[in-house]
Every structure is written in structure tokens, then in C-alpha cells.
T-cell receptor, first 114, second 117 residues
Framework: KAGVTQTPRYLIKTRGQQVTLSCSPISGHRSVSWYQQTPGQGLQFLFEYFSETQRNKGNFPGRFSGRQFSNSRSEMNVSTLELGDSALYLC?????????????FGQGTRLTVV | AQSVTQPDIHITVSEGASLELRCNYSYGATPYLFWYVQSPGQGLQLLLKYFSGDTLVQGIKGFEAEFKRSQSSFNLRKPSVHWSDAAEYFCAVGAQTNTGTASKLTFGTGTRLQVTL
């Protein structure tokens, strides 16, 4: 069974540009969550999509957005990039609803903003 | 709002020695607790989880954790550390949301484990 796949693994962008990151969840998983990891702030929840709808949102500016497709694949977009957006972006998928679920993480996309 | 505290930023142990990584959480309802491990430049791998029932849970790679409600703790232990265990370890709490308990995790700041030979 394939794990969570994130593409690309590495990205270098210039301030002011926009970027789109992709995440393919484990087959059958309908929930996809995104996290930002930085040395200063640690791991922070961005948002979660379930059945193509954003269900939960973290405390990030509107420049950070996402979407989910009917096959559960998800994309995350960051517009007007800032130097502080440099981070490892992690995607996690989990199985439907319920209380006995766990999140499986991809290897992440390392974004560097110059 | 939930929070997780990992008081030890960095721990060094000798190979073969025992290990305990501390985790304290704050959450108003029944906590759903997880321990993850991250190797440099990699994603997070789940070591173990606690939802309910037996307060001592076993995980992969010989790790175990004990849930103590009275102390709001979920410490990770391993009887004998191997050099390959060197990594960063994260404790997390999952909120009960409308899409499950693992879709919105709050992480601690992590503990970096160094293993000396």
C-alpha cells in the first residue's frame, strides 16, 4: 500500500511569487491535513480537507489556501511569498471520521523563499 | 485550546541505556495522544497512539508510552536505545473534530535524541 506522496520534494521561489504543493493521500483516506514546520515555530496546523471541503483551519493568513479533489488529492497554495514562508510543508492523511484514527505523513516539501 | 509541552529540547544517551522522553498535555476532554519520530529532512513516522483503554501502549521499534491522566502526561520509553534511534521525537494531541481525532494535531516542540556509542 503506497504511503502519502508529496510533490515536489524541494522548491526554491522568489519573494512575491506564488507556489502550489501537491499531496496524494493513502488510498481510501478522505481526510488530508497540512502542516508547516519551521525551526522557530515548530509544527503548526494549516488546514484540513475532507470530501473536498475545508473542515478545519489553523491560524494562518489568507495567503495560504488549499483545495481537495474528488480523488482526495489535495493541493496547497501560498501566494505572495515571504521569506518567513520558508519551511517544510507536511501533508498527512487519515481514514474518514471516527475516534480510532491516526495520521500518516508524507516526506514533505521543502520550500525555500529567496 | 489544547497544548503539548515537551520540556527536554535535547537528550543524549549511550547506546544500550534506557530512555524516557517527557510529554505533558493540556486538553479539556478525553485526549487522543500520539508519538511521532522524524529523521532529518524526512516526514513524521507514527510510533504509537493512545485513544482509550490500557494506559500502557506498545509501539513500533520497541517503544512504549504510559498515559497518566492525573499527571496529564504521556511519556515515551525504551528499555535499550540503539544508535539508529537518534532522531527528533514529537508528542501530539488530537482534538475531537467533526472529521475524526487525527485530522488536527497539536504538536510539542520536539525532543532531539542523540545516541553516543
Amino acid at each position: 500500500k503506497a504511503g502519502v506522496t508529496q510533490t515536489p520534494r524541494y522548491l526554491i521561489k522568489t519573494r512575491g511569487q506564488q507556489v502550489t504543493l501537491s499531496c496524494s493521500p493513502i488510498s481510501g483516506h478522505r481526510s488530508v491535513s497540512w502542516y508547516q514546520q519551521t525551526p522557530g515555530q515548530g509544527l503548526q496546523f494549516l488546514f484540513e480537507y475532507f470530501s473536498e471541503t475545508q473542515r478545519n483551519k489553523g491560524n494562518f493568513p489568507g495567503r495560504f489556501s488549499g483545495r481537495q479533489f474528488s480523488n482526495s488529492r489535495s493541493e496547497m497554495n501560498v501566494s505572495t511569498l515571504e521569506l518567513g514562508d520558508s519551511a517544510l510543508y507536511l501533508c498527512a492523511s487519515s481514514l474518514n471520521r471516527g475516534t480510532n484514527t491516526e495520521a500518516f505523513f508524507g516526506q514533505g516539501t521543502r520550500l525555500t523563499v529567496v | 485550546a489544547q497544548s503539548v509541552t515537551q520540556p527536554d529540547i535535547h537528550i543524549t544517551v549511550s547506546e544500550g541505556a534506557s530512555l524516557e522522553l517527557r510529554c505533558n498535555y493540556s486538553y479539556g476532554a478525553t485526549p487522543y495522544l500520539f508519538w511521532y519520530v522524524q529523521s532529518p529532512g524526512q516526514g513524521l513516522q507514527l510510533l504509537l497512539k493512545y485513544f482509550s483503554g490500557d494506559t500502557l501502549v506498545q509501539g513500533i521499534k520497541g517503544f512504549e508510552a504510559e498515559f497518566k491522566r492525573s499527571q496529564s502526561s504521556f511519556n515515551l520509553r525504551k528499555p535499550s536505545v540503539h544508535w539508529s534511534d537518534a532522531a527528533e521525537y514529537f508528542c501530539a494531541v488530537g482534538a475531537q473534530t467533526n472529521t475524526g481525532t487525527a485530522s488536527k494535531l497539536t504538536f510539542g516542540t520536539g525532543t532531539r535524541l542523540q545516541v553516543t556509542l
